[in-house]
């Protein structure tokens, strides 16, 4: 399995090519979300950034830019796109763009998990636009759970799509911000 912190070693020096092709969260959720936006919106709304992960943001004490690799009708990306907008939205140390996976492949191909296209995945970066970490696609408890039902294959996706849910309102974003604030604090 990938690990959350891994950059991949073919990254381009800078992706602001890529920063600047991504999309802002508001046109994200107001323009181009097609299936779910109920989903997302619901989600979004009740997305409360707590205060130890804007006092760690601070603790960290740089300045970052998240783009998130998407597509509006990937269940995981809809319980974390809202999350990393939550955050943005309360610290002035991050800035985020969305860059939908399917529209940007080469980009995608850089941050592959175990050779797959899966989604979301955070892509860090300083102020200089150069990667300096990446996360995704899931929590790494998540991330394993769905991969042992996968590869047990007694169940159903759509089981497995349930349980996932009930994990991410459960965990309430608690689990990914610790992770993508540890990535951070590791590259500070």
């Keep these: 399995m990938t690990t959350i912190n891994e950059t991949p070693t073919e990254a381009p020096e800078s992706l602001q090519f890529w920063w600047e092709a991504g999309i802002t969260w508001d046109h994200y959720l107001g323009d181009e979300i097609e299936e779910h936006i109920d989903l997302w919106t619901g989600i979004y709304r009740r997305t409360v950034t707590p205060d130890w992960a804007l006092g760690e943001v601070e603790r960290i004490g740089r300045d970052w830019k998240l783009i998130v690799i998407a597509e509006d009708w990937c269940g995981d990306a809809s319980n974390l796109a809202p999350i990393f ?22 980009l995608m191909d850089l941050y592959l998990t ?11 970066m ?48 608690e689990t990914t911000l610790r992770e993508v604030l540890a990535v951070m604090a590791d590259v500070a």
């Design 85 to 106: 907008a939550r955050l943005v939205e309360d610290s002035p140390r991050i800035e985020l763009r969305i860059v939908k996976r399917d529209d940007h492949p080469q």
């Design 114 to 124: 175990n050779g797959s296209r899966s989604i979301p995945i955070v892509v860090i």
């Design 126 to 173: 300083d102020e200089a636009f150069r990667p300096v970490g990446r996360w995704g696609p899931r929590p790494a408890e998540l991330q394993e759970f769905v991969i042992r039902e996968k590869r047990a294959g007694d169940r159903p996706a759509s089981e497995i799509y349930k349980d996932t849910r009930r994990w991410y309102a459960r965990d309430s974003g």
